[in-house]
């Protein structure tokens, strides 16, 4: 029998993408999606990609009463918690509605999912939860510190809640930098606002959106000055999600924290030449000053991940930065 998973947030960047790979494997995703920070219109074009229709409910997280009423708990076999506000540089301006928002939605999941006994929970996390790290590569191991901002504290607080919980079983992924966009170039990174990631801040300026790029801060002691990430491919962070279901899948007492990246760090100004070389544009770009709730550079090992879900990344950068800049000039003329 096909096992139903709730996915909150699954109109979202990594969502749409996630929802289409547990299609790919068997899976029946049903979406809860208020799009607060995510367009209508993704639905169709998910609907397009896996060619079926797809079970979305237009519900926020954060009202239980109507999240048990409308769903046949019953029947779901998993959730995969996406549903969150995400913006670092936001948090801060906005943290007493983060700290509501995403960590009471969190709350309410974990009741419904014991209320339930739903066997499985993949909770989306995140890289900042190990604040400025002391030692690189970053391991499941390193110490997780005070995180350098609102958004990253609500992820922190999270976790805790989950690791102190009663469910079964629980996989939190803790990302680093999704990037890029399915193939088809009909999903990829899209928001009602101004983007904050740098990838589609990159496609903005390629694509003429935008006259130029600020770079935040080039006299971090990196080879070149600006900060270093871990970036990955978002199909291989949606892939990740459905090897930890599969994972957890008739288990008890499966609980696993586990790091998802390229294992692999790339300064800005890097990331931004490998865009020119693979896509065959140039990026105007200025130097501003740092931003408050960056780090100088962070980049994961992954080799637990690999070990206990028989999951690694099969796409490189390149391939997510053509992909990125493919979606980029498709997307306007989606409908």
Not at 156 to 178: G, H, M
């Amino acid at each position: 029998m096909t096992k139903n998973i709730i996915v909150t947030g699954g109109a979202g960047y990594i969502g749409s993408h996630t929802v289409v790979e547990l299609v790919e494997s068997g899976f029946n995703p049903i979406i809860i999606d208020n799009f607060s920070n995510s367009n209508p219109k993704i639905i169709a074009r998910i609907e397009k990609i896996c060619k079926q229709k797809i079970k979305i409910y237009n519900l926020n997280c954060v009202d239980e009463k109507k999240l048990i009423t409308n769903i046949p708990w019953n029947e779901v076999d998993g959730v995969i918690h996406f549903a969150a506000y995400k913006s670092v540089a936001d948090s801060f301006k906005k943290k007493q509605e983060y700290f509501l928002n995403n960590i009471e939605s969190t709350k309410i999941l974990l009741n419904i999912i014991k209320k339930f006994n739903v066997n499985s929970f993949v909770f989306s996390s995140s890289c900042t939860v190990y604040g400025n790290p002391d030692q690189l590569p970053v391991t499941e191991k390193t110490k997780t510190k005070t995180p350098s901002s609102p958004y990253g504290e609500t992820k922190k607080i999270c976790e805790e809640l989950i690791q102190s919980s009663e469910i079964t079983n629980y996989t939190i992924l803790r990302y680093f930098n999704p990037i890029g966009a399915h193939e088809s170039s009909l999903i990829g990174e899209e928001s009602k606002n101004t983007p904050n990631n740098l990838v589609p801040l990159i496609c903005e300026c390629a694509i003429g959106k935008r006259k130029n790029l600020t770079i935040y801060g080039n006299d971090y002691s990196t080879k070149d000055g600006t900060c270093i990430r871990d970036y990955i491919h978002v199909c291989d962070v949606a892939k990740a999600h459905v090897h930890a279901l599969k994972n957890m899948m008739n288990c008890n007492l499966n609980h696993k924290t586990l790091n998802i990246g390229l294992s692999k760090g790339i300064s800005v100004l890097e990331l931004i030449t490998l865009f020119e070389q693979n896509n065959n544009v140039n990026i105007n770009y200025d130097f501003g000053k740092r931003r408050e709730g960056d780090i100088e550079k962070i980049y994961a090992d992954c080799s637990l991940a690999k070990k206990e879900l028989k999951w690694k990344p099969k796409k490189t950068i390149t391939d997510a930065l053509i992909d990125a800049w493919n979606w980029e000039k498709e997307k306007n003329l989606l409908i």
